[in-house]
Nanobody, 121 residues
């Protein structure tokens, strides 16, 4: 059964750091781009960071650029999101996503259930 399981969320003070982890299982992890989304209360889900297969290209939303770092370990089937300089505006549920595009068919993606990050003093 395909699974993405996030961990590492919690309560942190402004300016603090957290590292989120996403453990994947039962699919061809190395063939998928890995992405982190977040959804704040009353807001739409937004893409925060992404890393392509092989890890050669990374994308960051403007709001987190320079503060967050995404990485992947294909051998361990893990994806990470290092978050520094956290701000109250970063408070949200963070979701791990695996995405694979195909030439002749619809893309496939998987979602984790999310982990809550709360930035507050």
């Amino acid at each position: 059964q395909v699974q993405l399981v996030e961990s590492g969320g919690g309560l942190v003070q402004p300016g603090g750091s957290l590292t989120l982890s996403c453990a994947a299982s039962e699919f061809a992890f190395s063939r998928y781009a890995m992405r982190w989304f977040r959804q704040a209360p009353g807001e739409e889900r937004e893409l925060v960071a992404a890393v392509t297969t092989g890890g050669s290209t990374k994308y960051y939303a403007d709001s987190v650029k320079g503060r967050f770092t995404i990485s992947r370990d294909d051998d361990q089937m893990m994806t990470y999101l290092l978050m520094n300089g956290l701000e109250p505006e970063d408070t949200a549920v963070y979701y791990c996503n695996a995405y694979r595009r195909f030439t002749d068919s619809n893309p496939i993606q998987y979602w984790g259930k999310g982990t809550l990050v709360t930035v507050s003093s």
